[in-house]
């Protein structure tokens, strides 16, 4: 019987302005994991299950924007985004993961439904697979097995 081995799949992980802070900025809102424990956590996670996963924190859109563009090319297959303020404000970085074409789940660390009216608008979640949002750090690795998971 032969048996059909998937390729190692890779999984890209942004997280946007402010996410470096995480673990001392506002622990009663986002908690207190720092970006590194979470990133830690999905690149063992991802490496069980034979995944590569590749973090990435800019405060800067235009650097999401220019790694986005990049993922297009370098065989990344799905993509996990913590836009952290962009979720409101840029059609810029909406645009880059449209053009992508890549699969992606918009996470949040906080329920955004939960909070000031302005937080419960967001311009990429129209074109993601899914949003997990309130779940704190836990909702990255939900995301990551259901893009690992997914057909």
């Known amino acids: 019987m ?11 992980v942004l997280h946007g302005p402010n996410l470096n802070l995480l673990g ?3 622990p009663g809102i986002y908690g207190a994991t720092t970006l590194e424990e979470i990133d830690r956590r999905l690149c063992e996670r991802g490496a069980q299950r034979g995944a590569a996963v590749t973090p990435f924190q800019s405060n800067w859109e235009g650097a999401l924007i220019d790694r986005i563009h990049a993922a297009r090319q370098d065989g990344t297959e799905g993509l996990i985004i913590n836009p952290g303020g962009l979720t409101h404000t840029s059609v810029s970085l909406r645009d880059a993961l449209a053009a992508a074409a890549l699969p992606f789940i918009e996470v949040h660390l906080s329920n955004v439904y939960a909070r000031e009216p302005f937080r419960q608008v967001s311009y990429l979640s129209p074109i993601a697979l899914g949003v997990i949002s309130g779940l704190g750090a836990r909702g990255y690795e939900l995301a990551l097995d259901y893009l690992l998971d997914k057909d």
């Open 2 to 12: 032969w048996v059909k081995i998937r390729p190692m799949q890779t999984i890209l």
């Open 24 to 26: 001392a900025r506002e």
